[in-house]
């Protein structure tokens, strides 16, 4: 019985330390979304405000049929809401922005970029997420901004660009969005920041102060292993002459 006791344990630890056990997936998700929250220039309340009306147009265009034959995208941040897709008439389109602002009060901002067109396809669409994955691994690759800085769609390749930047920033975002293969054109809705945030400025010294050091304490210690080689190197010579 003792025995069987100590393997149910020794199973339920495994399970618990397991990156394919359900509380341990949970964890590092939780983990990624600290991480990607900790380097938004949005606050935590804002991040919650911007889900709350991201779920909520979602399930307007998903309840309502009137968008059943539409293809609609749209971007949230801050409150600022972009609309992008296809619309089989202007009908549907303006029923859109009016159920957003009649029932979302929160948003403060509405463009809205939907073509009154039949939808695109299949193979458009599946070249959009490769256009999409391509800008991401070039924002990765980069050091002006951080990646999650930005958010970023395409349609019909078309990239549509928001966040909180400042003119720098902006610019170059927008150059290497526009260096990306298949990219037809670049649509920029930022709110552009006259200066970085100060906690941001604040950040990146201790960074670089933190890399400086170790730089400083890693030639120190290469000094010092060379020093000890040439003592070692003394004494054997005078040992075995």
Do not use: W
């Not at 999409?132 to 951080?146: D, M, R, W």
């Not at 930047?165 to 649509?187: D, G, I, L, P, Y």
């Amino acid at each position: 019985m003792k025995s069987i006791l100590m393997l149910s344990a020794l199973t339920i630890s495994l399970l618990l330390i397991s990156s394919c056990s359900p509380i341990a997936s949970g964890a590092a998700v939780l983990a990624q979304e600290v991480t990607a929250a900790s380097n938004d220039r949005r606050s935590p309340g804002e991040l919650i405000d911007d889900k709350n009306i991201q779920q909520r147009i979602n399930n307007i265009i998903k309840n309502d049929q009137m968008f059943k034959d539409s293809h609609i995208s749209f971007l949230v941040y801050d409150k600022s809401v972009a609309l992008f897709g296809e619309a089989p008439s202007a009908k549907v389109s303006d029923l859109l922005n009016k159920k957003i602002k009649l029932n979302i009060s929160s948003v403060k901002q509405l463009v809205n970029e939907i073509k009154i067109t039949k939808n695109i396809s299949y193979l458009s669409r599946t070249k959009d997420s490769l256009i999409t994955a391509q800008i991401e691994a070039l924002f990765l690759g980069q050091e002006v901004f951080h990646p999650n800085h930005i958010l970023l769609k395409t349609n019909n390749q078309t990239v549509y660009l928001m966040g909180a930047v400042t003119q720098r920033e902006a610019e170059h975002a927008t150059n290497v969005v526009s260096k990306a293969k298949n990219v037809m054109e670049v649509v920029k809705l930022f709110n552009i920041l006259a200066v970085r945030p100060a906690d941001e400025i604040a950040r990146d010294n201790l960074k670089l102060e933190k890399e400086t050091k170790i730089a400083e304490l890693k030639i120190k210690k290469a000094q010092l292993e060379l020093e000890q080689s040439e003592v070692i190197l003394q004494l054997d010579t005078l040992i075995y002459e």
